[in-house]
T-cell receptor, first 117, second 115 residues
Framework: AQKVTQAQTEISVVEKEDVTLDCVYE???????LFWYKQPPSGELVFLIR??????QNEISGRYSWNFQKSTSSFNFTITASQVVDSAVYFC??????????????FGKGTRLHILP | KAGVTQTPRYLIKTRGQQVTLSCSPI?????VSWYQQTPGQGLQFLFE???????NKGNFPGRFSGRQFSNSRSEMNVSTLELGDSALYLC??????????????FGPGTRLTVT
């Protein structure tokens, strides 16, 4: 069975601190996609990154970086020099690449991040 | 380019009634997916449509149904509403249902309250 675990329910850090959001997944598929989404208070999910299971290169986008470790089934997300605008709920998700009728995207429960001024 | 729009934004219904929610994807996007978000269950996939065909379905009862029109607009319907159907219903669109371009763009959601 597929599963995504975000063990951190809620995190609070002071502005300018670095923060890492953990994501651990379970799947029997050899190929799959991993995602991170941000949900600000407005409610709209914002796509942050998509990672193919064959690509284990870490990625950096400005203050955001992602560490994909296939050996530990983890896809962690780090925000460097956090800002108040980063306050949101962050979701990690897993999806198989096929379109079989039983395949679907699975979301973690989310991590609520508070950046304190 | 206009984003994903969902109507209505807020809705209050009574148990036993039915409701229809609408989603207009980004122009040119052919895939529309629906999700239910509740505090208890989190974000759960409902169904996905591509070129008017349901390609994928989540683990929801038959009271939840949907369709997609030739212009890619989609509707979802919930019949015989239950209190537990109170949720934020999110719609997302993407260019394609499979392949490299699976970046989904989400709408603001419809907040459904069942009393």
């Amino acid at each position: 069975a597929q599963k995504v675990t975000q063990a951190q329910t809620e995190i609070s850090v002071v502005e300018k601190e670095d923060v890492t959001l953990d994501c651990v997944y379970e799947t029997r598929d050899t190929t799959y996609y991993l995602f991170w989404y941000k949900q600000p208070p407005s409610g709209e999910l914002v796509f942050l990154i998509r990672r193919n299971s064959f690509d284990e290169q870490n990625e950096i986008s400005g203050r955001y970086s992602w560490n994909f470790q296939k050996s530990t089934s983890s896809f962690n997300f780090t925000i460097t020099a956090s800002q108040v605008v980063d306050s949101a709920v962050y979701f990690c998700a897993l999806r198989p690449p096929t379109m079989n009728r039983d395949d679907k995207i699975i979301f973690g429960k989310g991590t609520r991040l508070h950046i304190l001024p | 380019k206009a984003g994903v729009t969902q109507t209505p934004r807020y809705l209050i219904k009574t148990r036993g009634q039915q409701v229809t929610l609408s989603c207009s994807p980004i122009s040119g996007h052919r895939s529309v997916s629906w999700y239910q978000q509740t505090p208890g269950q989190g974000l759960q996939f409902l169904f996905e449509y591509f070129s008017e065909t349901q390609r994928n379905k989540g683990n929801f009862p038959g009271r939840f149904s949907g369709r997609q029109f030739s212009n890619s607009r989609s509707e979802m319907n919930v019949s015989t509403l239950e209190l537990g159907d109170s949720a934020l219903y999110l719609c997302a669109s993407s260019l394609a249902a499979v392949g490299i371009s699976y970046e989904q763009y989400f709408g603001p959601g419809t907040r459904l309250t069942v009393t």
